[in-house]
């Protein structure tokens, strides 16, 4: 049994396309440009609705299952790999809270069937409470709503179509109110501005979007929520299958670091070890079990949440802690995973080219996700000493 065998679901992507992304994601790298081949590819399979029910025309993978494909494609390009979460997110959740019977969200799993490629517009500077909360404005107009703001992190910034967003709306009479819609490439008022020349994860291009006074319809609008609350339907089912998703993608790069390690272990030899390679050295093997375990743990926490939301598993108010858990544990563990191998392939990880110093700025990009660490802490802890959301952060 391979160290990272992982059981597949019916549809899954063809490992000869997969060999392709990881020769071409070195090159993405160095470039700093959007991985367009392997964006190219990944369409003509159909991958971009994977989610979308087979009725409707898609793969029908649940969480569960396109969690599984996911990891696989960070196994060999893990920017090709983060940047599609943000489109699969929109799309999976949209086929979940369809099948909750929550209206709104069904038009989206027909863009997808038809190529349109979904982002995210969520990221604000002076945010730290994402998407909960908004630096961007919402007003109500006739017919649905001006949005202004300027969104950080818009990964495939240069092939999305629909841009999910949301605004506070601080004049609705039933006060603060988080507005939650859809804003197109060609809606006026939206402009990208090329911002990414980043550490890692460079491939994603994921360039700001300023929104001036941009008019989104009502038929855009997926739901409006009270600011400040994340138990909503919409915001909680979106962030069960962003979060996971992401999660699944670094999990996915801390395998592929794991079998560097292993393959440079196996075969690098030093003179002050005559009888074998550095796989025979002690402190190596603890260096590599170590590895293994963190692994092992965060690939279980991740694959339990996607297992349960996809089983229909309730735990109710406990979602919302569960779900930030694995995200903080499965990026926690891949940066310890990626350092650890750095340690034991040694000073030629440290070179450019080299595939283990890219995945090691990639992993960086973990951090920057929501939840952040401090923001985990402070969610799980309320969560547990039954702090609500509506009692004073502070």
Known sequence: MALTEITRPACTLDDALLRRCHDRAAGYDR?????????????????????????????????????????????????????????HYWVGMAADLTAMGVPGSAWVLDDAVTGEVFAAGHAEAGNDVPVALSTATATRVDGGYRISGHKHFGSLSPVWTRLGVHALDSDDRRGPMIVHGFVTRGDTGVTTVPTWDTHGMRATQSHDTVLDDVFVPDARIAAVVPAG????????????????????????LA?????????????????????GTYATHPFVQHQIASMYLDLHA??????????????????????????????????????????????????????????????ARDVRAASFHPGTDAFTHEAVAKAILGIGEDEPRW
């Open 31 to 87: 470039d700093n440009r959007f991985f367009d081949d392997d964006f190219a590819e990944l369409v003509d399979t159909g991958y971009l609705a994977a989610a979308v029910p087979v009725e409707r025309g898609g793969w029908g993978l649940d969480l569960a299952g396109l969690a599984a494909e996911q990891r696989r494609l960070a196994r060999h390009a893990p920017a090709t790999a983060l940047a599609l979460c943000m489109h």
């Open 255 to 275: 395998e592929r670091a794991l079998e560097l390690a292993v393959e440079s272990a196996s075969s690098k030899t030093a003179i002050g070890i005559p009888r």
């Open 229 to 252: 609350s994340s138990s909503e339907p919409y915001p909680a089912v979106m962030s069960v299958w962003a979060l996971t998703l992401i999660s699944s993608v670094y999990v996915g």
């Open 298 to 359: 965060a690939r279980a926490t991740v694959d339990g949440v996607a297992a349960d939301w996809s089983a229909g598993v309730d735990h109710g108010d406990a979602w919302g802690p569960m779900v930030l858990s694995a995200k903080w544990r499965a990026t926690t563990a891949a940066q310890q995973v990626v350092a650890r191998a750095m340690d034991v392939v040694g000073g030629r990880s440290f070179f450019r080219g080299q595939e283990l110093e890219r995945l």
